[in-house]
């Protein structure tokens, strides 16, 4: 069992940066790679990025790709999501989930996820 927790949404302007973390709690949490996810106002919930937990190797989706960074601290139990050169198409609820996959496909898919986090908003204003 794991239990994922988002914060560090807000509200910023067109080029600012947000931290959101991640916090799990669970023995599990080690043992599972963390996926970013955010849903868009009236659109679907689509991949951001994720870290596997086996060899720490992480993947973007094209859209965040060199703008956001994702890492994870162990020994916190923590994932964060770094976003730099925030633009307005970012706004969205942005969720953290957890799954045993480690593969970049599998990664990218948010049906193989077992455990999610009640999602933090992210507003930017143009």
């Known amino acids: 069992q794991v239990q994922l927790v988002e914060s560090g949404g807000g509200l910023v302007q067109a080029g600012d940066s947000l931290r959101l973390s991640c916090a799990g709690s669970g023995r599990a949490f080690s043992r599972n790679s963390i996926g970013w996810f955010r849903q868009a106002p009236g659109k679907g919930r689509e991949f951001v990025a994720a870290?596997?937990?086996?060899?720490?190797?992480?993947y973007y989706a094209d859209s965040v790709k060199g703008r956001f960074t994702i890492s994870r601290d162990n020994a916190k139990n923590t994932v964060y999501l770094q976003m730099n050169s925030l633009q307005p198409e970012d706004t969205a609820v942005y969720y953290c989930?957890?799954?045993?996959?480690?593969?970049?496909?599998?990664?990218?898919?948010?049906?193989?996820?077992?455990?999610w986090g009640q999602g933090t908003q992210v507003t930017v204003s143009s």
């Open positions: 989930a957890a799954t045993p996959q480690t593969s970049s496909v599998q990664l990218a898919l948010q049906w193989l996820y077992n455990y």
């Open positions: 870290v596997s937990w086996t060899d720490g190797n992480t």
